[in-house]
């Protein structure tokens, strides 16, 4: 089977793109298939001869805007080539954070109190009462995510230094870092994130020992059930397919736990989530991208 593996593409996230690409060729070479490397750019000509002759299936590698966004998944539907994760429709609803949580509100999945602003309003006032996050609503990765917090300072110099279009504020939500991966209905072991400084940024994701992960999650057993009842929920909501990957906040002290974000691309890096908890379910990275390959299609 002859498999196209598209890595790089033109988001803030190339890098680690790249990186996820590299990793899953190696895989995937172990696994028996047959590899054909795609790194994408901004040529859309040169993507589609790149996928002439049409390859059995694209392993889509690419993060962030336009590789998870529903962009590249319209091409490959038009193009008539299967594709690994979740299609358009789910892909962009994912992407952009107002659209899923309203998705996720009305499948009755507990969110933040959350509000869409232009930034420039943050030079001027608190949106919401601090603690609150600021986030861009089409990215990834935690890039250009700020924490404000009670007497912060910083509103001017989040508004000099944003390039990101419309914003996301929502409320911080105290206490742990979970993420449960999803395979098709099948939730994975619920992880804790410890980031080693600050919180979970993109630096803490990517780089080696920029955070620690324990898993099983140690936490009450009706919490980690609730997690995994939410993420399996939450990918359903979107109309997911094959891997996502779910982000929540557990508060200790009150029992709360909060729906942050569903990936529909999680990283296929070293340090990166899905393939840790799915190894320590018995399934290896090898089989991993296999199981995705043998499940990618098209979606129209």
């Not at 033109?10 to 298939?33: H, T």
């Not at 962009?71 to 962009?92: E, F």
């Not at 993109?202 to 997690?227: C, F, M, N, R």
């Amino acid at each position: 089977m002859r498999v196209a593996v598209l890595h790089g593409g033109m988001s803030a996230e190339r890098e680690v793109s790249l990186r996820s690409g590299a990793q899953v060729m190696d895989a995937l070479r172990v696994a028996g298939f047959e590899v054909v490397p795609v790194v994408v750019g901004d040529d859309l000509g040169a993507l589609i001869t790149a996928l002439t002759p049409k390859p059995d299936a694209v392993f889509n590698a690419l993060h962030g805007r336009f590789g998870e966004d529903g962009t590249i998944q319209g091409i490959l539907d038009y193009l008539g080539i299967p594709y690994t994760h979740s299609g358009v429709r789910a892909s962009a609803m994912a992407m952009d954070k107002a659209a899923a949580k309203a998705v996720f509100a009305a499948a009755g999945l507990p969110v933040a109190p959350h509000r869409i602003i232009d930034i420039a309003e943050l030079a001027d006032h608190d949106p919401l009462p601090p603690p609150y996050v600021v986030k861009p609503v089409n990215e990834g990765s935690s890039v250009g995510v700020y924490i404000v917090h009670p007497g912060d300072n910083r509103g001017a110099e989040i508004v000099a230094n944003w390039h990101f279009g419309p914003a996301m504020v929502e409320q911080y939500i105290p206490g742990r870092e979970l993420t449960v991966g999803v395979l098709e209905d099948r939730a994975l072991v619920v992880t804790e994130i410890i980031a080693r400084e600050k919180f979970y940024d993109y630096t803490a994701k990517y780089a080696a020992g920029g955070s620690h992960h324990v898993l099983p999650a140690e936490i009450p057993d009706e919490i980690t059930q609730a997690a995994k009842n939410i993420a399996v929920a939450a990918h359903r909501a979107l109309g997911c397919r094959g891997a996502s990957r779910s982000d929540l906040r557990y508060d200790e002290v009150t029992g709360r736990l909060v729906l942050l974000e569903v990936n529909t691309q999680p990283g296929m890096t070293s340090t990166s989530l899905l393939p840790e908890q799915a190894a320590h379910e018995g399934m290896d990275f090898p089989a991993l991208c296999a199981w995705m390959v043998e499940r990618a299609q098209c979606r129209v």
